[in-house]
C-alpha cells in the first residue's frame, strides 16, 4: 500500500505525507497563523493533562460508540470541515468519505470541498454535516443550507471565526501558495479565497463582515437542519450561542490558522462545558492526534472530536485506504486507552479521570 | 569485570549496557508506552523533589534498615517484577536472586521469568515473592500461588494495570520484537505474549479482562500468601484495595510501558498515603535512579521501592557482580543521602525532609 | 526596494538589517545589558499573554484610531525616542519622521538624534514630542524644552531611568563602539556619551545624579509643554508621577538596554494601570513585535505603544521606504487582530480580551 | 596582564581560567555532587528573581559599605573558605588576603588552605575570619580557634553540613583526582582528605559523625571567638543555631558540592531571615556571580554574600592582579546595580526592591 515504511501514529503518519506532498501544499496543511505559537499549545497541552487510570473494573465487554445529534457513531470522531482533499490525494473527498464510512463515524463537509456536496453525499455511508459561512448574500447562505439537505445532510456547520480578515500564515505567503476555489460555490471572477496569500488583507470575500448574532438568529429561523456553530473559544460566546439557537457548538480555534496566541481548545472547553450545562452538544477540534487526547477531551465534557490536519496525512500517503488506517490507528489507541483507564463504556467517562496538577502541590507546603 | 569504564551511578550503566544489548533488546528494556511521556515524567520528577537537610545530628552510628511484611532487608530497596532476565545476560534471574541475597535485599519474582520460580527460589537468600496476573483460569492462579508459596515464595504480587488489553510501544513494534515465552506458564499454542508486538491489539492472552475487585477478594480467600496490588494510581482505588483485603500495595504505572501520560508514581504517593493512613504497607517503584529518589520516595511515606530496569543494566554489563555493583552504588548513594540530611535511621524520616515549592514563592508577592 | 527577500514581519526585518548594518552597529542596536534576561523577557512574555477572541460582532467598519495627549494617530502606535537613526541610514531621523507622517503616527524625538530637533520638526506631518534627561545646568533643561515647543513639539518626554550610572552592555565593550554626539547637544570635551564603552563607569555625563522627584516638580513649572515621564516600572512611582505633575507616563525597562533582570513591561503594566485610575495617560514600550503584541498592551490598559529597534530595522533595510513598510506590517497586524478578536474600534477592548493562566488550573484540581 | 582577552564579567573570567587549570583542577572547583542539580539551581535562581528599580532618587552620593560582626567592609561580600588556593596560582591565599585587602572587603580562611593561617595572617589587611570542623579531637578544635585568634582572627566559622560522609563528586573520581592537605593541620597517614575520589565512602576523616548542638554550644562556651555556622538550609536549624550561640549564620549548600537536590540558597534565605528576626547576622553563599545578585540577596535579608568559585577564576588567571579584576567587577556591577535602582546606600534597601511571580498573575483572572 506504500512506499516506505508503516507510519504506527498519525504523527508518523504525518512525516511520510510530507514526502508525498509539494513543499506548498504541506507547509499550507500543516501551517498555521504568523508565529504558530496556537499552532503548537494545542497540539503540546495534551501531554500535560493526566490520565488517572482506574484498575480492577470488568471490561471484557467495550463499547466505544455515542450518538453526535442522534446519529450513532462507532467511536467519538469526526472529520473535520477542511478544504479542497484533492490537494492531497486525488479522490479528495470521496476517499475520505468512505474512510469514514468505513470507520462508522461521521464527516463534516466543507463548502470548499474539491468535490460537490452530491458527488460525496452519494459515496458517504455514515452521518453527514455540510459546513459553510454566512454569506452577504443570504438567500446564498440559504440556499446553499436547503441544496445539502436535499442530499441527506442532517446539520449545519456554520464557521464564526474566519469572517472579516484572511489570516496572515507566513508559510503561504513566502511560498505564494494559491487556492483553488470549489465546484460547490458559484463562479466569480475574484473566487472565494483568491487573494489569501496575496497583498489584499481585509477582503472579505463572500463572507458578511457585519454577520452577528442576529444573522445566526435568522439561519436558524431559516433552515430546517439543526445549526451547529464552530469556532468559539469563550464561555461568553458559548452561551449566546445557545441564546440565538444553536443546536451544538465546535471549541475550535481554527487549527491555530486564523488568531495566533489563543488558548488552545481543550484549555477552554471546561469553562464552556460549565456554562452550557449539557443544554447543547460540545465538540471541540484541535491538536488530537492520540487516542489518549480523545479520551481526554470526553472527559472534559466533549460530545466528540474532530480531526482535521490528519484527513490530509492520511489521503497524502494513500488515499481512501491511507485515511482509513489513520482512522484504525486512532480508533484503537482509543479503545485501548478506555481500556487501560479501566472504563467499557464512554457514559461513565467523567472529570475525575484527568488532573492537570502535580498531586505533589497539594501534599507538600 | 567490565570491557570499557567503571561506570559511577545508574545512569552510566544504561549508557554501558546499551552496548552490551542488541538495539531490540535495550529499546524493550528502555523503552515506554506511544510518546514516552510518562516514562520520562516518571524519572525526571525526582529533580524537583527537594531535600531540606538537617545540621548538627549525631550520625555516628546508621542502620538503612527495613522490614517488609515483617521480613528485613538492608535498605528500602526491592527488586521489581520484570519478565526474562535472561535477555540481559544468561544467568538472567539467577543472578538477579543471588545479587539480591548479596546486598541484603529482596526479589519479587515475575511469572515471565527466564527461569522456573523453583530454580529462581533455590538460589535466593533473602526476601522473595511472586508475581503473577489474574488469569481467566481461576484454578491457574490459585496454583500458581500455592507452587510459588511451596518453594518459599513469601507474599504473592498480582500486577492489576495490564489487563485487558496490549500496551502500544511503538519501538517494539518497529522492531517487530518478540517475547519469549517463560518455562512458569503451561506451554500452549499461542503462548502468554506472543501478540506484543503483533496486529491484534485485543489479545487478552490468559488475563481475565473481567476481573474486578471481586476477584481480588476471591483471591485472598484462597491463597494463604499476603496478597500485594501493584498498578495503583489513585487514592480511590488504594482505598478499594484496603477494602477487600490486600495486605500492601505497589504504587506505579508500569514503569510507563502501558497507559501513557499519567501522573509519575511518586506525584500521587502522597495522596495514597494520606488515605491509606498506615493500615497497609506501600511501595512504590518508577523512575529510582538514585539514593536521593529512594531517600524522597521514603519522606513521602513508601516502606520501600523497587528497581525495574536498573537490574537488566547490571545484568548486561557484568551478570551477577553487574548487578550487584549497580545495588551497591544505590546503597552507597542512599547512606550518603540519610547522613548528609542528618538521619541515622528512617524512623524519624519524614514530610519534612521534602520539599517543592520554592520557599520564594510564600515570601515574594 | 531591497536586495534580497521581503520580509513578512518585524523578526524577518530584523534578520535582513543585520546584513545591512556592521556588527558593532547591530550589537549596538539590538543588544541589552549584562545579560539580556530583561531583554528576552521583555519580548517573550508577549507569546503567553492569551486572546480571548469572540464571535459574530460586526465589523464591517473599523477604526483604529486614538489621541494621545489630545492628538489622533491612526494606530496606537508611536516611536520611540532613540538615538542616531543615522546609524542604519544617511537620512537618519528624516526618514522616521516622514515615515510615520505616512502611516499617521507620532514620533518622540531624541535628544541623541543624528538631526538636530529643527530639521526633523521641518518634515515631521504627525504628531511630534521631544525627548531628553534632567541636566545638571537646569538652564540646559529647560532651554531644550523651549526650543522644541518653539519648532511645534507638543510634549516634552524626560527619561528617568538612565541617570547616574552607564549601563552595562557587554557586546559594545567587546565591540569597542563608540557613540557619535548628537547635533543638538552643546560641544564640549567630554561629549555626552563618550565613555559609554569606557572605563569610568561612573560618569554622569550631563545628566543630573541628584535629580529627584522636586526636580520634575521644578520642570514641570517651568514649560509649558506637558512633561511626559519615560521609565516607571513599579505602581509607587507612577503614583509619584501624578503627584508631581506628570501629564502622561510610558512604563518602560529602557528596552532592557540598562538594569538587566526587571520584570517585562506588559508584566508590570496592570497594576500602573489600577494605581494611575485613568487620571493621566499611560504608554508601553519594550518587546512589541507583531499586532497582536500591540492589542495586549492596550487591551490591559495603555493608551499606545512604542516601538524602537524596529525603527533601526527598518531603515537599514531601506531608510524611509523599509520603515514605513515596518510599520505598515504592524498597522496590518493590528487591525487583523483587531477584528479576529471581534473588535471594530479601541473603545471596547478592555482586560476581558486577554487571558494568562490556563482555564485548566481553574477547572481541574 | 593576561595572555587572551579582557574578561568584561565572572563567566568570562571562569572560561578563561579553565583554559589556565588541568581539566582535573577545573572540574575540582567547578564540579558539584552527583547530578549537579543543586549547582545549577543555586545559580539559575537569580535570573528569575526581580528588581523593581525606583526612579527620581538622589545618587548623587553613594555608600555602598556594611559591617559585618561589627568590622566594616567596602561592600557586602566576603570571600568565602574554600580549600587549597594554590591550586589556581602559586600565591594562593597569599594572593586572595591580598587582593581581598585591596577592595576593603574581608576573607574567611580555610583550614584547608595552601598556607598557614599566620602566613595569610601577615599579608591581610582586611577583616578575616577563620573556618575549620568540629574534629573528633575536641582539644584540635579548641587549639586551632585560639590559634587562630593570636593571630589576628576575629570569628571562627564552622562548616555543618560536610560531617559524617565524603561527597559523590563524580568528576572528581572519573578524574582520579586527589587532594592535597593543607600545612594548617597535623600531619597523620590518613591525611584529612585523601579519600575523596577513593573508594571509602564512609570516611568521616578528622571530623567527628556525632557533633550535634551540644558539640555547638560547647565550642561557643570554649572560645572567645563569635562562633559563626555555615551549611545552614532549613528555618528549623536556624532556631537551632540561636538557641546554642552562633553569632551568625552562612546560608549555604557548600556550593551544591555536598548533598544534590536541595534548594538554592536564595530560596530559603527569606524563610529564615524571617525566623531570626534581626537577632543574629545571616550570610548567604552559593551562585553569586553578577553585582545584581549581590543586590538582591541583600534586599531579601543578606548581611552580605559569600563567594567561593570567583577567586579561583581570578586566581588562576592572573593571581593577586586577577581576583583584584574580579572582585573590582563585581563592586561595580554592585553600585551601578544599587543606583539604578535608586538606592544611595544599604540602609533603605528591603524587600520591596524584589519581586518573584509576575505581577500579571494577580491582575488576570
Request: net charge negative; hydrophobic share 40%.
Amino acid at each position: 500500500m506504500r512506499a516506505k515504511s508503516n507510519p504506527l501514529n498519525i504523527f508518523e503518519f504525518e512525516k511520510l505525507a510530507k514526502e508525498f506532498l509539494s513543499k506548498e501544499e504541506f507547509d499550507f496543511i500543516a501551517g498555521g497563523a504568523t508565529d504558530e505559537i496556537t499552532l503548537e499549545r494545542t497540539r503540546r497541552i495534551y501531554d500535560s493533562i493526566i490520565l488517572r487510570p482506574r484498575m480492577l473494573t470488568d471490561v471484557s465487554k467495550v463499547d466505544t460508540s455515542t450518538t453526535v445529534l442522534g446519529e450513532s457513531i462507532r467511536f467519538p470522531v469526526l472529520l473535520a470541515p477542511s478544504g479542497g482533499h484533492r490537494k492531497a490525494h486525488p479522490d479528495g473527498e470521496l476517499a475520505t468519505a468512505r474512510a469514514a464510512g468505513r470507520l462508522g463515524i461521521g464527516i463534516v463537509l466543507s463548502i470548499n470541498a474539491s468535490y460537490t456536496l452530491e458527488e460525496v453525499a452519494d459515496v458517504a455511508s455514515g452521518p453527514k454535516w455540510f459546513q459553510q459561512y454566512m454569506f452577504k448574500d443570504r438567500g446564498l447562505t440559504r440556499n446553499m443550507a436547503e441544496r445539502a439537505k436535499g442530499k441527506g445532510y442532517t446539520a449545519l456547520c456554520i464557521t464564526v471565526d474566519t469572517k472579516g480578515v484572511q489570516p496572515k500564515r507566513e508559510r503561504n505567503i513566502h511560498n505564494k501558495y494559491a487556492i483553488t476555489n470549489s465546484p460547490n460555490l458559484p463562479a466569480s471572477e475574484e473566487g472565494f479565497w483568491n487573494n489569501v496569500s496575496g497583498d489584499s488583507l481585509y477582503d472579505y470575500g463572500l463572507s458578511d463582515p457585519s454577520a452577528d448574532w442576529n444573522y445566526l438568529e435568522w439561519l436558524v429561523s431559516n433552515t430546517t437542519l439543526p445549526v451547529v456553530v464552530k469556532g468559539i473559544m469563550t464561555k461568553e460566546d458559548a452561551q449566546l450561542c445557545i441564546e440565538h439557537g444553536a443546536k451544538a457548538i465546535i471549541v475550535s480555534n481554527h487549527g491555530g490558522r486564523h488568531l495566533d496566541t489563543t488558548f488552545a481548545t481543550i484549555e477552554v472547553l471546561p469553562e464552556i462545558v460549565e456554562v452550557i450545562s449539557n443544554r447543547i452538544e460540545i465538540y471541540l477540534d484541535g491538536g488530537i492526534r492520540r487516542g489518549t487526547d480523545v479520551l481526554k477531551a470526553i472527559a472534559l465534557g466533549a460530545r466528540a472530536v474532530l480531526i482535521g490536519r490528519p484527513i490530509f496525512w492520511g489521503l497524502a500517503v494513500a488515499g481512501e485506504s491511507g485515511l482509513t488506517e489513520v482512522l484504525q490507528i486512532l480508533y484503537d489507541e482509543f479503545i485501548r486507552a478506555l481500556i487501560q483507564c479501566g472504563y467499557h463504556d464512554l457514559n461513565s467517562v467523567d472529570v475525575s479521570l484527568v488532573g492537570l496538577r502535580s498531586p505533589l502541590e497539594n501534599h507538600l507546603s
